[in-house]
């Protein structure tokens, strides 16, 4: 894909957006905005998919620690969306770049009819130079997924997968905590080796996959590996790289082995 205008879907992670307190970390987000306004402005078309409003919305309600009431979750999203939404705004008004918020349900991705006018509202967003900024919609769907009746999306590592398949995009980048997927647990064995290319999801894969990540995010490797599977059925590739090395975005879109590429088997059209 060296050289070649891609449309890529990038999602970042709690861990990357906050401290460890909850707050924002300021220096991440002008970063990551920077980044991808430059890559917007490389030619490629640029997706993120943002996680971080229930524990930005914690910190701002001033919360001892993440709710735990399904409700009380909802309303630390809504306040945590809206903190999230005017920073990304003035931070990538800083480098002239338009942004757009797009928050999703399940029922969103599901229904033929709704999921045909999201791709349409996509297109024309890209077609725009804007970069849409996507998360789900908690404040309405954390409902579902709390009570397991309607799990279609569940954490922004499937939302983006999904997102990413309904764009028809090229390349799907997970920003996470870790440099991509280890044979081994790396905090539990320093030995253990980065796998830089993967091009089957077979057992031996599957069962690198540990638990949940910190307790300021909600996915672990496991959310990451099913992303991948959604990535590879629909023939893009799918990265996970660390996301306090943003200026990796780079060499990731020329291709070069960076973190863990999941190798997607290409669908002739």
Not at 141 to 150: C, F, L, N, R, V
């Amino acid at each position: 894909m060296e050289g070649k205008k891609q449309r890529i879907v990038v999602k970042v992670g709690t861990s990357t957006l906050t401290h460890d307190s909850g707050s924002l970390d300021l220096r991440s987000m002008e970063r990551l905005a920077r980044t991808l306004a430059d890559l917007q402005g490389l030619g490629h078309e640029i997706i993120l998919v943002s996680s971080g409003a229930i524990a930005v919305g914690t910190e701002s309600l001033g919360l001892p620690e993440r709710p735990r009431e399904l409700r009380m979750k909802q309303a630390a999203a809504a306040v945590g969306q809206c903190r999230m939404m005017h920073i990304y705004d003035k931070l990538f008004a800083e480098y002239n770049q338009s942004v757009a918020q797009i928050l999703l349900t399940g029922d969103d991705v599901e229904d033929p009819n709704r999921a045909e006018h999201l791709r349409g509202t996509f297109s024309a967003l890209l077609s725009m130079g804007v970069i849409p900024v996507v998360n789900e919609n908690d404040s309405v769907s954390s409902a579902e997924i709390e009570t397991g009746h309607h799990k279609v999306l569940g954490d922004n590592d499937t939302l983006s997968a999904i997102v990413a398949g309904l764009c028809r995009a090229n390349l799907l980048v997970l920003l996470s905590d870790i440099d991509g997927l280890y044979d081994a647990d790396p905090k539990a064995h320093p030995e253990a080796k980065l796998l830089h290319q993967v091009t089957e999801l077979t057992p031996e894969i599957l069962e690198m996959a540990g638990g949940a990540g910190t307790w300021r995010g909600t996915g672990g490797m496991a959310t990451k590996l099913s992303a991948a599977r959604v990535a590879m059925a629909a023939g893009f590739d799918m990265v996970i790289t660390n996301g306090a090395k943003l200026e990796n975005l780079y060499g990731i879109v020329e291709g070069q082995d960076i973190g863990t590429r999941f190798i997607a088997r290409r669908i002739i059209q």
